[in-house]
């Protein structure tokens, strides 16, 4: 655990007393202290100040900002990084003009995963997984979510589940399980979904809650995967079993996703890329925070998220990366920023907001992480230095981060 001193911060980025959830109007508003340090005890945030009053102190290692500016770490609250395999040869059927229902219903996609996975040991899984967090971590998320829900049996979700529990104990980072064995109907089930649904209340959530392999319960609540009603059922059963739900809501339709989440009382819908006035205010008139994956929109060549619609209703919105390896093989929150400001007409201060504190609540680690906030663990982006806060989105492709700080070391 270290102790710790960041100096020459240009600007210290969402700093905060006070951490609330930010909806509407209150979601532009990002407080940044200028020309500051930062020192960090046992790996958490102790003091911020003013660097012309910054005096050293016994025992602490001194990281030189060197004028760039420190945010908090990207809260990705919505991934699916434990995979057996990527999928290029389906991007390459999608240039082709194959659309991602064909391609499912191929044998592609989400089942395509699911074989993959079957044959790959827990161990195999856990290095590639682990793999990919690590350059996550690089890339400046410090606190992430992972869903199962590329096993489809019963083993084969425990096996994912189990990966993601190593990963939590292997990761210095806080790491949150989902349960999404309602991702896909498995090629046993096709003619027999009723069957699949048995299975996955009467069998894998007993099994999941007495291992305590999860936090939280999902559904791909999609045409041609489970309806609005099978979700209610899943979500309901999750509750039973100490799950609360965090639903795949309206991506390539109007599902009634929005609704079945925020009628369960979930944690997030996500997605949201097809949604009509209806949806939008149930959204707003609800606890239910939405969760917006730009990246998957552009990796699929949809329409963007309706962001400025939802913000302007008063929704809590966060971003987060999907990262997966059917419809955003990318898990680059950097990216994931500028693209919400460029396609969706957020503003830099929104988007951060969005990727920093309100994703952080999207997976209740919002007493630990997405503000800089003494008391919260010291999992910081330090960038090089930038003229604004406008020219992190603006350098899309660029990589500003210099170093990450992860519970006050360097990340190596
Ligand atoms: O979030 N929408 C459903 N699930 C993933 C895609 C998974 C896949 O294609 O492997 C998503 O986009
Ligand atoms: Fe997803």
Redesign the pocket.
């Known amino acids: 655990m270290s102790n710790a001193v960041i100096i020459n911060i240009d600007k210290l980025i969402n700093v905060r007393e006070e951490y609330p959830l930010l909806q509407g109007g209150a979601l532009a508003q990002l407080p940044v202290r200028q020309n500051a340090f930062l020192r960090i005890r046992d790996g958490r945030i102790v003091a911020t100040g003013s660097m012309p009053q910054w005096e050293a102190a016994d025992n602490e290692t001194v990281i030189d900002a060197k004028g760039g500016s420190v945010l908090p770490g990207w809260c990705d609250s919505?991934t699916?990084i434990v995979f057996a395999a990527t999928?290029e040869d389906e991007f390459v059927d999608k240039i082709k003009g194959l659309s991602y229902a064909e391609i499912a219903a191929k044998g592609g996609?989400?089942l395509n995963?699911a074989r993959r996975l079957r044959t790959t040991s827990e161990d195999d899984l856990l290095e590639m997984a682990w793999q990919r967090l690590h350059k996550l971590v690089h890339q400046g998320t410090t606190a992430i979510e992972i869903k199962s829900?590329?096993g489809l049996t019963l083993n084969d979700e425990l096996k994912m589940l189990r990966v993601i529990q190593r990963l939590k104990q292997k990761a210095p980072i806080p790491v949150k399980a989902t349960f999404l064995g309602a991702?896909a109907i498995p090629e046993e089930y096709k003619n027999n979904t009723e069957g699949y649904i048995n299975l996955v209340i009467d069998e894998m959530l007993p099994a999941i809650e007495k291992e305590k392999l999860a936090d939280y319960v999902d559904v791909?609540c999609?045409n041609g995967f489970f309806s609005a009603e099978q979700t209610w059922r899943i979500g309901q059963a999750g509750l039973k079993h100490g799950l609360l739900p965090k639903i795949?809501a309206n991506?390539l339709s109007l599902s009634g996703g929005v609704q079945t989440g925020v009628k369960l009382g979930a944690v997030s819908v996500d997605?949201l890329e097809t949604m009509d006035e209806e949806a939008i205010q149930v959204l707003a008139n609800s606890n239910t925070i939405g969760t917006l994956?730009p990246t998957?929109a552009f990796f699929l060549r949809m329409a963007f998220q309706p962001a400025r619609q939802l913000i302007n209703a008063g929704c809590a919105i966060a971003l987060a990366s999907?990262y997966?390896?059917?419809?955003?093989p990318s898990g680059n929150m950097n990216l994931v920023v500028a693209m919400s400001c460029i396609q969706m007409k957020m503003l830099p201060e929104e988007a951060i907001n969005a990727a920093t504190i309100n994703g952080a609540y999207a997976m209740q680690v919002q007493q630990e992480v997405g503000s800089i906030t003494t008391g919260k663990l010291a999992n910081l982006i330090i960038t090089k230095p930038i003229p604004s806060i406008a020219y992190l989105p603006y350098s899309f492709g660029d990589n500003l981060v210099e170093k990450v700080i992860v519970r006050g070391s360097v990340w190596e």
């Open positions: 919505h699916h999928r996609g989400i995963s829900g590329y991702h791909f999609e795949h991506q997605h994956l998957a999907d997966n390896p059917g419809s955003s």
